[in-house]
Every structure is written in structure tokens, then in C-alpha cells.
């Protein structure tokens, strides 16, 4: 959505006032602005505009100035022009009517010589978002997307970006521009399209296909905003085409994670968190399960290596010198095709360029931190060498300090450890206690999953306990404890690894229950106690001391330090041996005791409970025989065992679920699904697709790139990849015919005999192709003067008129023009059902637009009915009502000024009575409100009202207008520019035609063949005159270029002129392209009429 | 895709609001924002993470100069596509505006809402190379290179260097006409580790040869940014020593010069936060300033190492009430500067211009850099070195109002083609050569030395001095050269050479007004 280098000269104009503004900003409204904005010089307006700028920066609503700020859109200072677009687009929405205002200037600024201006223009056009004008602003930008300015060719792709939020229906059209636009020679402007692709049509990636080669060739020049927009869309459609690449690092991070852990293999190395090379793919792919096994190691569908696939070398090759780009946004993106694309061997050039943007851009320094972070837990040897860059900056926030810390404890090795921990020693006397904890939880990390550290760590984290506990009795501060905690804590999970061997250090961290006051210690180390008791050879012989210890302070523990005494005595007592069981139930009853009067009912609870669970204490505390529960005490040993004894589940299972999105996205940094977040494509889910292409490319390669621009725009994505082949055919093909239609003759045939190059041409297209080239050659040897026949007396026998006007010279073509009146084509106008026997009581109604013009009103349009009773009982009293109040529509349709005086509908006549199988018919006059709204209406019949809708057709919302060729050209004249409108469509309705016909008698009939089926089509839909039919005059029969059709006509409602001219181009055995052209003033109504001529045409 | 963008100010106050999408977002989104600062880093906004999640939009900030950048989106979008559009943003701002701030911005708001406007929509010339207009027009006909580049080493408690690496960055200013080919290559290519490119440089000649083969776009740039990691040394060395015992800490921190880089080292600062829980503190210095700043932290500012001379700063930090002994020990940053060496060992070779019209111009300058803080485990050094002038020449700088006095000396070995320089002093006052101040040294031989006087009436701005060296025919670069030094009060020298057209009008390379102005 944005593009960069304001620093271009663009925006330097500017730059001589600076500093000038303050008292705008800090007053502004210190002068009257409607005045200033009224004045006739540019600089009091320039005043008022900042003022405005001003107000609306410091959030005052300043859209009640709309329609005077809207009338200096017209002027002619660039400066006044450009601030007026920054209001306008600021308050547009908010102020449609207003804003409708100014699309004629902007119409008018479309066809500026100066391309800043029609850039500007489009760009405020699009962005005022007024769904009125999103027809008008589509036709710009098919317009624009052919100026001969890249800057205006660049505001177009971003202008399709706004179109597509505005009109998602016309997504087609759009799509079509895109396709337009990423053939364009200008790296900016592919760029852009980039981004327009994104948010038109991000799935439609067949579209990719034929332009894949030529946007990994432009992508290092193209902005780095766009690049990294371009990187993720030809990712996916390399994917989506190809597959996953069978030796990337994602398939063979597993193995090298195995052949790591193998070494060290530690009951608790699922704890560091790392992920497997599945769940990556499961969370990258969308619709994984259906292309991997289970076991994901071997993909059923993808056996692809990268660097047998050509596509997958190209996506590496030109993504991999962006990783040097000055963007880190582009640096992270072309690291993330490497990290699912490229070879493991490959995969270390990405690591050096991501730490670098460490450094570089600081501001990326946390969002680059968080994707290092997947990387490493899947493939921690990737930057075990660089351990050094993800040392803790002083100036840090913490959230970094965390994540590196995480990304250290990831990739610690052997060999790197002692360098981190010296670093982790110095970390620890961070005045940041929160940080400390932290690094104290990373040193058990390490430790657990390094083995050969633990006694180190231990002892490191032994003594920091000593240390903290001594602070902790001199210095009360919240969250003082949380380092001590912590440390007790990552003794607890080293020590949970290996108790046997670490027993020494229970031993000491139990001694020093004299020293440590913190409560939470203090239970975490009673836990300690409890749970390892009967391990090893030391522990056993503290025990009891420790038991008695605990049991004297029991009184002046706080209360979460007297349910862990419980819990361990009880834990003790259950693994006691036989020789101390007495000494310590005489110590359990004591506790118990004391617990049993507590102040606190938790403890009193845990009390009774735990007296109950083992039953020898629970003798000696009640002090009577219970023998009688005696068959109980099995269960209540095995009930002990569970809850004292039990495996505890590992609390880090959880982190296996944990959700990883693509790198790169936000929802990776966020850790939940953004919006819009979308995974990658099913691997080769484009195969079908892709299998058409195949043959294309194969054959179609060498020519494609030597094809300009216009050639490639002029297939449509419709006919997209399929239709390539096609396109690739009749291309050359048209060239062929191009060099013949200016050769002379005799060249021509010694090229089409002798030369190799005209050979070449042959053997590429079809078989179909090579007959019609036969029969030209014949055709040009039986006409042996060309000239005589492109003579003017030639042509003066053949014709009835000479062309002799100016457009024509410019065509460089002979025209021939065959004068046809309109009467010589039988119009068949087309009926529509407007009520259908099935839900009318059998009441057919059939209407069909007339060419007759009313005599009421000019804004009333002519429409046959045809009413037929198709049941068996006789219907009465037909008539029809309007059911809507006239001109209750709102101001949209300016073409129908005064609607308020006319009547919705005239009716001719009412029908009394319809027999069954008869028929009637009536004229009705009706007033459409808009020329695409249907008319709503009520048929009265038997005096049951049914609904009806009557669709208006503005082929017929005109009337012919007779006038000569001369007044045709002169009225189209003057109509240029704004007023006119074009589009591309194809005929083929002549085909059907030709296969009646035998084109052996008759050949040279085919142009007039096609001249005629279109006229009488368009004749038949549409109340228009035939001005003229100028046909080519080329040696070539088959060749229809150059055919034009002229018809004129008047708009009903304003009687304004409307030039219809459509021009057709191939080649009469193919589908005809054409160009279909209106000229009229009415910019809304030209529109539409050629949106419905089209529609003529092709259906 | 981005939908709105604001500038709030350093109170958390929105200076300016860009919509860019039909979906508007509500300034209470910025209160909602700051609110957050204010609960999270204290009011602080550049302590905020970049990302931040409010409870409608995904917000990203970047922070500049006390102006936070703040840009809202609802959809997923690449983070750092918006953080770094952000900051070019500012970068962008900057470059126009000389500098940021709440004032600035409020001066020109209009410049920053059509700036705001054209970087989100789209603009850039689209030009054959996107990054240079197509008519560059009144080019000097000069290009300067620069480089500039900062150290970032840790050393440890026991004084061992951890990490020490350089950071660089090749400025380069254009002013060429037409379009110009330049190629730059460096004799030792190899000690590079990590690069990053200006668009503009084309990637196969470095991917082939090392060589930097680029178009410049007019104006200043940088060209690269490079990073030579594992240094062996750092050229200062500052050994702090705490001890605390019964509620008192001693401080003795001593500064001294380890590896003599063979240029001066100034502008040496010692920094350090003084720990949580002390009473109050009582430093001094046998050489140069002390401050305790607000925010607790201590800055003792050096400047040059005295000769024969050992600074160092010792005193008592009195503890809390009932604590004896500190338990946490602060970090020191070092920052210095050293001129005319690359300590990274980086040096330009050549230079080569083609495609101009007219005999081509280059030129090389050297510019000193203000510090950046950098990461520490226990102290922190920073060095920003300026890499050696092809013609290097040692210039020393004195003056009182209205005269200045240089002392120059041509180097042991000149680089380039002349044996021989000549300085030429002369004043240059609001972009303007004056007319009669100027004064001309004599013929220099290597390191033969020469005092240059010139007295002004009006208050000192700048004077450059240039070199003359002779011609040499034999030369392959076929014209003489001229270094201009731009001296100005309480700076640095900043050389510039030049490889002046054959028309001899050597223009000062005068900037459009309000960009970049040469400041200090």
C-alpha cells in the first residue's frame, strides 16, 4: 500500500518553505478560512488549505467547508491542488454529493499532459471511495494502466488496491489490469502490482504462471515494500505449483535434531521445546494431513529436490542477494523461502544477514528476535556458531532480554556453553531482578540439556542461593525473592533429571533451611526434601534430623511452608525403612498434632486428611485399635503411594501444542491468528493447471520473451494459461500476416517459399494454421496486382463511396466502406419474461423494448408487452401499476433531471378479458429511474396483484440519430478524452454463420458475412443507427482487421449524441476481437451503454 | 495493510493523524496506546516493544527523538514491512527537517502530511533507476565517500574481551550529472563479514568480485552498512573497581589508552547507572568532569587522555540503611572517538566514475559520528573511527574570534599521485566562498608542516581549505586533487577532497536549503 523515496524529487518542492507554519498549527483559525478560500489568489487559498490541514491534525471536523474547498480542485497550482486532494480524501466519504462535485475535473485531469497531475487525480479518485464513481474510476484505470508514464502506470496498481475494497464485484475486470500491469516493463510498476495482486486476487496464482520468470528477474529492482510482498506471492505460487522441496531444512531438521540428541539423550530434553520438523509443516500448510504421511518424513506427493526443479532454482537464485537488502522486513522474507525452499546446505547463508539486522535496524531488532526463535528450536545448529550476537544489550527491553535468553538456552552446545554461562554470571548481577530469574531459569535449561555442565551449574546455582538468601535477610523489596525462588527451582529441575547422583546438593540445599527465611523457598526445598528422601546413601541419614528440624519450626512456619512439611513428612514415612518408621510416626503425630489446632483450616484439613491416608499415624494419634479397618489399610497404602508417590505429568507436554505461523507474519509474533493470516497452499494443488501449461512452455518459451508488452496485454487473463497456447499461435501468425500485408508481392511469396525464417513461423503454429497459409499463398498469386486493386478505381467499382476522411489515413490500412441501411437487417428484438405463467395463474407477460419514442415524454421509454392467457379460464381486468411513487429515487441518476413531473408508467390500454390461448398486446410507456435498477411493477389480473419486475435495457433508453459519416467523425471529434470509453470483447457469432456456408464459392463474402452478423446484432438490441461499415481491404480474405462499425444515436433524457464505434481486429476463421468505443457527454450513461454493448456482442 | 498512522508527541499528545483506508481509525486508540506506555515502561514510550496488541487493532510504534511513530492495522500484515516503514518514515523526516521534535513537526506539519501522504500511497520517480530522478539537474559534479564506524565490544568482569566487533557504514554524497557509473572496491574485502546494500548497488560484482559497482541517487546516502566481527583489541581500556564493605561501596574506575590507533582519541565518555539502594554518592575525578545525571546515572566526561596523565575517578557510594554490601553491580559504556582510522582495518581502494558527461569528478570525505549506546556484560566500549583519507593530512585547529589558525602537515606518504600539497585556506560564510579571506600556505613536502592564519570580522562559520597538488600527467586519473577541510568551532575537522572539473570552478557542494544542513 505504500511506496517509498519521498526523498525523490516528488515531494521536494516543498522543501523551500519550511518552518513557516507554526502559527497555522498553533492558530488556525485566526482568519476567516471560507474567505481565504474564496480568494482569487493562490496563496490565500494556500493559507486556508494549511489551516484546514491544521484543524484536521489536531482532530477538528472541518467537513462543513467541503463544497468550497471542492471547487479549488479545479485550480491550476500544483499546490493547491495537491492539499485540496489531501482534504478531499480525508472527508470524501463523508460528503458524497459534494464530493460527485469535483469528478469532472478529475475527469479532466485524466487527460493532462502532465503525468503528475493524472496520477494525482486517479490516485484522489480512487481514494474518495464514492461507489457512484467506481465505474468512472475503472475505466480510468484500464485507461491509465496504458499511459506512457510508469508514475501513472504505478498509481493505477495502487489505485486497484482501493477499487478492490470499493467495487469486490468487478474483481474480474480488476484481475484483468493486474495481468496488464505485471507484463509492464517498469520494476516500480510491477512492484505495485504486486501489492494490487495481494489484495485483488491473492489466490488467483495461475495468473503467476506466465509471468513467474520474468518477477523473479525483476524483483531485486523493484521497491523493497513491494519486494517482500512479491517474495511471499511467488513463495506460494511455487508451492502451490511445484510443492515442498524434498531436501529442505524443514524435512531434514528432524534428522539432524536426532543425530544431536542421539549423543546426549536426556530424559528431559522434550523440556528445551524444540519442534519438529512435522509440526512446522503442520502449522505452515494448510490442508497438511492430505499430502504427508503420518510420519511425515516421506511426503507421499513431493519428490522434488531443488535443484531439479527449474522454478524452485529461479525462486532461490533471485531471493537470495535481496538477503544484502538494507530492508529487514525483505531480508526476513527472502530468509523464510529459504527456510522451506532451500537445501539444508543452503540454508546457512540466510544467518548471518538476520543477525545482522540485529544490529542494523534496532527497531526490528524484537520482531526478528521471535522468528530467530522458531528457527533455532527447530534447527538449533544454525546459529550455534553465532551465539555471541544474541548477548544481552544493557539498553534492551526486557522482552528482548527474554527471547534471547530463550534463543541462547536453544542453541548452547558443548563447545559454546562456558562462554555463555560467563556470560550468564555477569547477567546475574543485573540490577533487573525479573532478568535474573530469568537467566537463572536458562541456566537449568542449559543444564538439563547439556549433561556435561550440570555439576557446574549446580554448584553455580548452589552458591547463588547462599548468596540470595543472605540479601534476602538484610533487604525487603517486592520480587527480591523471585531470583531465589527461581534459583531453588532450577535446582529442582536439574536435580529431577538424575536424583541419585545429585544428592550431595539436596543435602546442602536442605542445611541451609537454617539461612533461608523466604517462605516460597523454604516449601519448594521441604518439597525437595520430601521427594528424594529415601534416594541415594546421604540423604536417608539426614532424614530424621531434618524431620525434627521441621516438625520443632512447624509453629512459626507461614502456611504454604506447613502443608509442605505435612505433604513431606508423609512422603518420608511412606519410604521410611523399617529401623527409623517408629522414631518418625512419633514425629507425623506431632506434626499432625499441631497441624489438627491450627489457626488455619487448609492446614487443619491437610491434617486430618493426611492422618486418614496412613493409617499408622492415624493410630497413634487417635491412640485406639483400628483393627477393624484394618482390611482397609491395603487400599489406603496403595491411595498414599498414588497421591504422595505418583509420577507427576511433565508440565511441558503442553508445550508441544504450541502454534507456530509462517515466519515473517504477525500472527508469529503475536502468537495467535491475525485476521487475514493465511497459510501456505497445498503443495502442487495447481497441477491440473499446471499440466496445460507444460506444453506452452515447452514451446512457447523463446517466442514469449521476444513478444513486446502489448502483445502479452492483449491476450486477456481470462483466456489465461490455457488459452496461452492459442494466444501464442495467433500472435505469430498476425505478425505473419503483418509482414505480408506490407510486402510487396513478390517478396512475399519468396518468403513464404525461401526463407527459413517464414519457416519457422509455419512449423510453430497449428496444423489448421498451415492450410490457411496455403490457401493465401494461392490467393496472392491469382491476385497479381495489388496495387491496381488498392487502387482508387478498384476499389470505385467494388464500392459505392470513396474513403476520404482523415482518421483513415492514420490506419495506414486500405478501408473499403459498404454502405448498408439500417433497414436491410431484419431486427429481432429480444423478449423478456415479465411475469411467468406458473406463478400467475397462468398469465403470461413477455416484454420486449421498442424502437417507437414516446410522444408523453422524453424520459419515457417504449416496451412492447405481450400478454398471453396460457390456462384454461378466462382472465380479466389486466392492467398494470407502478409500484413505486415517481422520482421517489434519490438524486443518483443525474441524467434523469425533473423525473418528478413525469408518471412511472403510461399504459396504452387494459385488457377487459383474455380468452384462454389468446393473446393481446399493449404498449407501455415507462420511466426507469436508473438505467440498471429494475422497475418495479404489479400486474392486476382477476384482481390478484402479482409482482412483477421489469428490467430496463439502456441499448433502448436511446433513439437513433441519423447523421452521415462526415457529421459521425466531427461529432466524435469532439467527444475525445473524458467522453470516451473503450473495452475489449470477442464476437463469434460469424462462426456459427461460416459453417453453413460452403467458403469455396465464395470467399471474399466473409468479411461482409461478419459485417453483417454484428451490425444486425447490435441492430437488434439496441435502437441505434448504422452510420457506416468500413471493411479492410487486405489480399488477405481471412483477415477482418480494420473492419469498423459506426452507429450513432441520442440518449433519450437529455438528447445528448452517443457515438458508438467498434473496430475488429483477427482474423475471420477465430473469434474476433474487438473494440467496442461510446462517445457520449454523459460520462455514467456512456459507460453503461458500452457495458451493455458489450454485453451484446458477446452473448 | 496499514490504516491509519499517527504522531504523538513526547506527552503522548497526537501531532498529526494520516488516514490511508476507509476503515478509520479512532484517536482514542492513541490514548488507549499511551495509557499502555504509561502502565508498562513508565511513560517511556522507547522502552515500548514495537508490536503491541490493543484490544481493536495491532499497533506498531517506533520511537524517534521523543516522537513515537504509531501505525494501526487489523489485518496480518508483514510487522516488519510496518515497523520498517516507520522508521523510514522518521528517517525520511529527518532528512528533510534537519532533525525531530515536537516543534519541528508542529512547524511543518503540511510538509509532514504530504510526505506522510505520498510514502504510504506510492511515489517514487519511476524513473529506468528508481532511486535517481532522471535529470539531475545543477550537479556540482562531486562525490564524497565517507566512512563511519562504531565498535561494539564487551569485556567482562575479569577484564577479558567478550565480543568486539565494528559496525560501519559508507556514506556516500552524490552530486553527479547524468548518469554515472561508479565503482568502489576495497583492498581487503575478505575481512567483511555481514553487508547490506542502498538499492542502488548492484548485487553480481559483489557476489563475483567484492567490487560495489552502483548508480548513486543525487544527494546523501548510505551505501553499504558492513559488520567486522572478532577484533582483537579495543584502543582504550577502563578498568573499574567496586569493593563494598559495612554499608559503603568504594568506586575506582581508571581509563588509559591499550593500543595506541596512532590518531588522538577524544570526546572519551564513562557512563554507568549508580545501583538501586544507595544513599548518595560522592565521585570525583583527577581529570575531567563529573555529572550525576537525573536518572541516576553517573557521566564522567574525559575528553582527550592527558599526557602522562592516568584519569581516573574514585569515590564512595553510601548504601542504604541496614545494607552492607551491594549486591548489584552497574554497567560502564565507554564512548570515544578516534579520527582518521577505520578500526575494523577497512580501507577504500579506488574509486572509479564513469558515464559522466564531462571529465568526472569524486571525492572522498570523512565525517565523525556521535556515539550510540551499545550492549554490555560489565562495560561497554565504543569507538567511532573515521576511516583515513586517501590524501591524508593531520590538521590541528585554533581559534579565537574572528581568526582562525591551522597548522597543517602533509602526511609521511601522500596518498595519490603528487609528492607534494598546498594548502589554501579560505572562508566560506553561508554556503558562499568570501571574496578576499583567503590565504595560501606554501608548497608542502611529506610531513612538512605549515601554519595557516586567517582573520574574519563577522563570527566565525566555516572555512575550508583546500589542497593543491600539482598535476601529473602521468597520473591514469589524469587530474590534480584538492582536499577541503571544513573547520568550524567546537568540531571536528571534516575533510573533504575533491577531484574538481576541468572548468576549475570548484563549487562548494551547497545543499538545497533545509536538507541536511552541514551542522554541528
Known amino acids: 500500500m505504500f511506496g517509498l523515496q519521498a526523498s525523490g524529487a516528488a515531494a521536494s518542492w516543498v522543501v523551500g518553505r519550511m518552518g513557516t507554519d507554526a502559527h497555522l498549527y498553533d492558530d488556525p483559525d485566526d482568519a476567516s478560512i471560507p474567505t481565504l478560500l474564496d480568494s482569487r489568489f493562490d496563496a490565500d487559498k494556500l493559507d486556508a488549505l494549511k489551516r484546514l490541514l491544521a484543524l484536521i491534525a489536531q482532530g477538528v471536523d472541518v467537513a462543513h467547508l467541503f463544497p468550497q474547498v471542492v471547487k479549488n480542485v479545479a485550480s491550476q497550482s500544483l499546490e493547491v491542488k495537491k492539499l485540496v486532494y489531501l482534504y478531499l480524501l480525508h472527508y470524501a466519504e463523508k460528503r458524497q454529493n459534494e464530493a460527485l462535485l469535483s ?136 508451492i502451490a505449483r511445484h510443492g515442498l522441496v524434498k531436501d529442505s531444512s524443514i524435512f531434514a531438521s528432524s534428522l539432524s535434531l536426532e543425530s544431536q540428541g ?143 535468553l530463550e534463543i541462547l538456552t536453544n542453541i548452547a552446545t558443548e563447545s559454546s556453553i562456558p562462554a555463555i554461562f560467563e556470560e550468564f554470571q555477569d547477567y546475574i548481577k543485573d540490577p533487573d531482578r525479573r532478568f535474573v530469574a530469568d537467566t537463572v531459569a536458562a541456566i537449568a535449561l542449559c543444564a538439563q540439556k547439556l549433561p556435561s555442565i550440570t555439576t557446574t551449574c549446580l554448584e553455580g546455582l548452589l552458591s547463588l542461593v547462599f548468596y540470595e538468601s543472605s540479601i534476602c535477610k ?25 536424583p541419585a547422583s545429585h544428592e550431595k546438593v539436596i543435602v546442602r540445599l536442605v542445611r541451609s533451611l537454617e539461612k533461608i527465611k523466604e517462605p516460597a523457598a523454604r516449601s519448594l526445598i521441604i518439597w525437595i526434601f520430601g521427594e528424594y528422601s529415601s534416594i541415594g546413601n546421604i540423604i536417608p541419614k539426614i532424614t530424621p534430623a531434618v524431620l525434627k528440624y521441621l516438625a520443632w519450626s512447624f509453629t512459626a512456619e507461614v502456611l504454604e511452608t506447613k502443608l509442605q512439611i505435612l505433604n513431606a513428612a508423609a512422603k518420608v514415612i511412606i519410604h521410611s525403612p523399617e529401623e527409623h518408621l517408629n522414631e518418625f510416626k512419633k514425629i507425623m503425630a506431632y506434626v499432625i498434632m499441631l497441624a489438627a489446632c491450627d489457626l488455619n483450616y487448609d492446614v487443619r484439613d491437610r491434617a486430618r486428611f493426611v492422618s486418614r491416608i496412613l493409617p499408622h499415624c492415624r493410630i497413634d494419634l487417635k491412640g485406639k485399635d483400628s483393627s477393624c479397618q484394618s482390611h482397609n489399610e491395603d487400599m489406603f497404602k496403595e491411595l498414599a503411594n498414588h497421591i504422595f508417590v505418583g509420577k507427576m505429568p511433565s508440565a511441558y507436554q503442553v508445550s508441544n501444542n504450541y502454534r507456530i505461523y509462517l515466519p515473517g507474519s504477525l500472527s508469529q509474533v503475536v502468537l495467535h491468528a491475525a485476521p487475514g493470516y493465511t497459510q501456505l497452499p497445498k503443495p502442487q494443488s495447481m497441477e491440473l493447471i499446471h499440466r496445460t501449461m507444460e506444453t506452452t512452455i515447452g514451446v512457447g518459451n523463446s517466442s514469449e520473451s521476444i513478444n513486446s508488452d502489448a502483445e502479452s496485454g492483449s491476450s486477456t487473463y481470462d483466456s489465461g494459461s490455457v488459452y496461452d497456447s492459442e494466444s501464442e499461435g495467433g500472435s505469430s501468425d498476425r505478425d505473419a500476416a503483418g509482414s505480408n500485408k506490407y510486402s510487396n508481392d513478390a517478396g512475399h511469396s519468396f518468403d513464404h517459399q525461401n526463407d527459413s525464417l517464414v519457416h519457422v513461423y509455419d512449423t510453430s503454429v497449428d496444423q489448421g494454421q498451415t492450410a490457411r497459409d496455403v490457401e493465401e499463398n494461392f490467393s496472392s498469386l491469382i491476385s497479381t496486382d495489388l496495387t491496381e486493386l488498392i487502387s482508387k478505381s478498384a476499389l470505385e467499382t467494388w464500392l459505392d463511396e470513396v474513403p476520404a476522411e482523415p482518421v483513415q489515413a492514420s490506419m495506414q490500412t486500405s478501408v473499403a466502406r459498404v454502405s448498408l441501411t439500417n433497414h436491410s437487417f431484419d431486427r429481432k428484438p429480444k423478449l423478456h419474461t415479465l411475469l411467468d405463467p406458473s406463478n400467475s395463474n397462468g398469465l403470461s407477460v413477455l416484454y420486449a423494448f421498442s424502437s417507437e419514442v414516446s410522444s408523453v415524454s422524453h424520459l419515457l421509454v417504449c416496451v412492447d408487452l405481450l400478454f398471453e392467457n396460457v390456462s384454461t379460464d378466462q382472465l380479466a381486468d389486466i392492467t398494470i401499476k407502478s409500484e413505486e411513487a415517481a422520482g421517489s429515487e434519490d438524486g443518483l441518476d443525474q441524467t434523469l433531471e425533473g423525473s418528478a413531473r413525469v408518471p412511472t408508467i403510461v399504459l396504452d390500454k387494459e385488457i377487459q378479458l383474455l380468452a384462454p390461448q389468446q393473446t393481446a398486446k399493449m404498449v407501455l410507456q415507462a420511466h426507469f429511474h436508473h438505467h440498471l435498477l429494475p422497475l418495479k411493477l404489479t400486474v392486476f389480473c382477476n384482481g390478484k ?19 452521415d459519416l462526415n457529421a459521425f467523425l466531427c461529432k466524435e471529434n469532439q467527444l475525445r478524452g473524458v467522453f470516451e470509453y473503450a473495452r475489449r470483447c470477442t464476437f463469434k457469432d460469424h462462426l456459427q454463420k461460416f459453417e453453413h456456408i460452403n467458403d469455396s464459392t465464395e470467399h471474399t463474402d466473409r468479411n461482409v458475412l461478419v459485417a453483417q452478423s454484428l451490425a444486425s446484432k447490435i441492430l437488434s438490441n439496441a435502437n441505434v443507427h448504422l452510420v457506416s461499415m468500413d471493411m479492410p481491404v487486405t489480399f488477405n480474405i481471412d483477415d477482418a482487421s480494420g473492419l469498423c462499425w459506426r452507429f450513432s444515436s441520442e440518449i433519450l433524457s437529455t438528447s445528448n449524441p452517443c457515438l458508438i464505434t467498434i473496430v475488429a481486429e483477427g482474423h475471420t476463421s477465430e473469434p474476433l476481437d474487438l473494440t467496442a468505443k461510446v462517445n457520449s457527454q454523459d460520462t455514467v450513461f456512456g459507460l453503461n451503454l458500452l457495458n451493455r454493448v458489450v454485453a451484446i456482442i458477446e452473448f | ?320 540503611e541496614g545494607l552492607t554490601h551491594l549486591h548489584t553491580f552497574p554497567t560502564f559504556q565507554v564512548k570515544f572517538r578516534v579520527m582518521g582510522v577505520a578500526l575494523s582495518g577497512l580501507q577504500v581502494d579506488k574509486l572509479e566514475v564513469r558515464n559522466t ?83 595560501r600556505g606554501r608548497w608542502l613536502r611529506p610531513c612538512q608542516g605549515v601554519w595557516l592564519r586567517l582573520r574574519t570580522l563577522s563570527p566565525l562559520r566555516m572555512c575550508r581549505l583546500r589542497f593543491l597538488r600539482p598535476r601529473l600527467r602521468a597520473s591514469p586519473l589524469h587530474f590534480s586533487t584538492r582536499i577541503h577541510y571544513f573547520l568550524c568551532p567546537q568540531s571536528s575537522i571534516q575533510c573533504h577532497l575533491l577531484l574538481p572539473h576541468h572548468t576549475a570552478a570548484c563549487a562548494c557542494p551547497t545543499r538545497k536549503s533545509g536538507r541536511n544542513p552541514p551542522r554541528r
Open chain 1, 103 to 238: 469528478i469532472n475535473i478529475f475527469q479532466k485531469d485524466l487527460s493532462d499532459i502532465n503525468p503528475l497531475v493524472r496520477a494525482w487525480a486517479l490516485r484522489t479518485m480512487a481514494g474518495i471511495r464514492l461507489h457512484v464513481v467506481a465505474p468512472l474510476v475503472l475505466v480510468a484505470v484500464k485507461k491509465c494502466a496504458r499511459d506512457p508514464s510508469a508514475y501513472v502506470r504505478k498509481c493505477t496498481a495502487y489505485a486497484l488496491c482501493k477499487l478492490q475494497d470499493l467495487i469486490p464485484e468487478e474483481t474480474a475486470a480488476l484481475e484483468e489490469t493486474v495481468d496488464v500491469l505485471f507484463s509492464d516493463n517498469s520494476p516500480g510498476v510491477v512492484g505495485a502490482t504486486a501489492v494490487a495482486f495481494n489484495s485483488v486476487c491473492p489466490n488467483c496464482l495461475p495468473l503467476i504462471s506466465k509471468h513467474f520468470q520474468r518477477l523473479c528477474e525483476t524483483l531485486p529492482d523493484i521497491e523493497d515494500w513491494a519486494q517482500i510482498i512479491l517474495i511471499d506471492i511467488i513463495l506460494r505460487y511455487v
Open chain 2, 1 to 320: 495493510m496499514l490504516q491509519c498512522i499517527f504522531l504523538l508527541s513526547d506527552s503522548g499528545e497526537v501531532m498529526v493523524e494520516k488516514q490511508m483506508t476507509s476503515h478509520r481509525v479512532d484517536r482514542a486508540i492513541c490514548g488507549w496506546f499511551w495509557e499502555y506506555v504509561l502502565a508498562h515502561a513508565g511513560g517511556d514510550a522507547s522502552k515500548v516493544l514495537q508490536v503491541v496488541v490493543s484490544p481493536t487493532h495491532y499497533l506498531f510504534q517506533v520511537y524517534r527523538n521523543g516522537v513515537t511513530f504509531l501505525a494501526c492495522t487489523q489485518v496480518e500484515m508483514p510487522p516488519l514491512m510496518a515497523i520498517e516503514f516507520l522508521s523510514r518514515v522518521a528517517d525520511v523526516l529527518i532528512d528533510y527537517l534537519g532533525d525531530l521534535n515536537e516543534d519541528i513537526i508542529k512547524d511543518n506539519f503540511v510538509l509532514v502530511y504530504q510526505i506522510l501522504d505520498e510514502m504510504m500511497d506510492n511515489d517514487a520517480t519511476a524513473s529506468y533507476v528508481p532511486w535517481r530522478t532522471t535529470v539531475v539537474k545543477d550537479a556540482s559534479n562531486e562525490v564524497y565517500v565517507n566512512i563511519v564506524e562504531e565498535l561494539d565490544a564487551c569485556v567482562n568482569r575479569e577484564g577479558a574481551l567478550v565480543k568486539c566487533e565494528a559496525y560501519g557504514k559508507i556514506q556516500v554524497n552524490s552530486s553527479l550529472p547524468g548518469v554515472p557509473e561508479l565503482t568502489l572496491s576495497f583492498p581487503n574485502p575478505t575481512i567483511i563479514n555481514d553487508v547490506m546494500f542502498h538499492p542502488c548497488v548492484r548485487f553480481r560484482p559483489w557476489e563475483s568480485n567484492q567490487i560495489i559497482s552502483f548508480v548513486p541517487p543525487d544527494g546523501q546516502f548510505d551505501l553499504m552498512s558492513y559488520r567486522v566481527k572478532k577484533l582483537k583489541t579495543t584502543p582504550i581500556y577502563v578498568k573499574p573497581q567496586l569493593t563494598s564493605d559495612s554499608g559503603n561501596c568504594r568506586v575506582n574506575v581508571m581509563v588509559g589508552i591499550r593500543n595506541d590507533p596512532g590518531k588522538p582519541i577524544d570526546s572519551i565518555t564513562v557512563q554507568f547507572r549508580l545501583p538501586l539502594l544507595i544513599a548518595s554518592a560522592d565521585l570525583t575525578a583527577n581529570y575531567g568532569t563529573v555529572d550525576i545525571l537525573a536518572d541516576q546515572t553517573c557521566l564522567w566526561t574525559i575528553g582527550q587522555i592527558p599526557k602522562g596523565k592516568a584519569p581516573s575517578l574514585s569515590g564512595n557510594l553510601h548504601l542504604e
Open chain 1, 262 to 404: 542421539s549423543g546426549n539423550s536426556v530424559p528431559g530434553n522434550g523440556t528445551c521445546g524444540t519442534i519438529s520438523n512435522i509440526t512446522l509443516l503442520h502449522n505452515y500448510i494448510e490442508e497438511y494431513s492430505g499430502c504427508f504421511d503420518r510420519e511425515g518424513d516421506k511426503i507421499s506427493s513431493s519428490s522434488m529436490t531443488s535443484s531439479t526443479n527449474n522454478d524452485v532454482v529461479l525462486l532461490l537464485k533471485c531471493t537470495s542477494p535481496l538477503l544484502w537488502s538494507r530492508n529487514s522486513g525483505v531480508i526476513l522474507a527472502a530468509a523464510s523461502v529459504h527456510w522451506i525452499m532451500a537445501p539444508v546446505e543452503q540454508l546457512k547463508r540466510i544467518v548471518g544477514p538476520i543477525l545482522f539486522t540485529l544490529r542494523s535496524s534496532p527497531d526490528a531488532t524484537y520482531v526478528m528476535l521471535g522468528n530467530i526463535l522458531v528457527f533455532s528450536k527447530t534447527d538449533p545448529s544454525l546459529f550455534a556458531l553465532f551465539y555471541e550476537d544474541f548477548f544481552i544489550c544493557d539498553s534492551d527491553p526486557y522482552q528482548t532480554k527474554a527471547l534471547k
Open chain 2, 357 to 439: 558527461p564531462s571529465a568526472p569528478y569524486k571525492g572522498f570525505r570523512a565525517q565523525t559520528k556521535a556515539g550510540r549506546k551499545r550492549c554490555t556484560s560489565k562495560f561497554i566500549k565504543e569507538h567511532h573511527g573515521v576511516e583515513d583519507l586517501p590524501v591524508a593530512c593531520d590538521a590541528r585547529r585554533y581559534d579565537e574570534p574572528g581568526v582562525v589558525m591551522a597548522r597543517f602537515r602533509a602526511q609521511a606518504t601522500p596518498p595519490g599521485h603528487g609528492q607534494r600539497v598546498r594548502p589554501c585556506l579560505r572562508l566560506w560564510q553561508r554556503g558562499r566562498a568570501s571574496g578576499r579571506a583567503r590565504t
Open chain 1, 474 to 498: 538484610s533487604v525487603h523489596i517486592d520480587g527480591e525473592d523471585a531470583v531465589l525462588v527461581q534459583a531453588i527451582l532450577s535446582i529442582k529441575a536439574i536435580v529431577k533429571t538424575d
Open chain 1, 945 to 963: 396483484k402479482h409482482p412483477a419486475k421489469l428490467h430496463p435495457d439502456i441499448a433502448y433508453f436511446v433513439q437513433p440519430l441519423l447523421m
